[in-house]
């Protein structure tokens, strides 16, 4: 919840002077801090300079909340059955593994995942089950 009263206080920010100081470390959250500053050195009004770096900050929120990633998830099974076992693996948009686990199910159990693979189990299951070439 206190994440949301921040963001909120972003949206309701004015370049004043007394405000300075915090659109400089939303600058910083967003990871544009040096290229503000340069910006706010270079402009001669300064408020107009602050109210640029605080509408930037604004679109790299919007930015950050709109964007839209696919995530894929697949399923290998190794035993079928009372209890299933199988290992999910998590591929992002360019095929490579970013998250691969080993679960457990019983019947009429969700799903029980019981380790996460280490980013080299991951990539070395996914080349022997041939996933890395299904996506390129």
Not at 7 to 21: G, R, S
Not at 26 to 35: G, R, S, T, V, Y
Not at 52 to 74: A, G, T
Not at 89 to 114: S, T
Request: proline share 2%.
């Amino acid at each position: 919840m206190e994440h949301i009263r921040e963001e909120i206080k972003l949206w309701t920010l004015e370049a004043t002077p007394e405000n300075y100081k915090s659109i400089l470390e939303w600058a910083d959250d967003f990871n544009f801090l040096e290229e503000a500053k340069e910006s706010i050195r270079n402009t001669a009004d300064k408020q107009d300079a602050f109210y640029d770096v605080l509408c930037d900050c604004r679109d790299k929120w919007r930015e950050q909340v709109l964007d839209i990633s696919e995530r894929r998830i697949i399923t290998v099974l190794t035993a079928t059955g009372g209890p299933a076992y199988g290992y999910d693996f998590e591929v992002n948009e360019e095929g490579e593994v970013v998250r691969a686990r080993y679960w457990k199910q019983d019947w009429f159990e969700p799903k029980n995942y019981l380790y996460e693979l280490d980013d080299e189990e991951a990539d070395r299951m996914a080349s022997y089950l041939g996933l890395t070439e299904f996506y390129y």
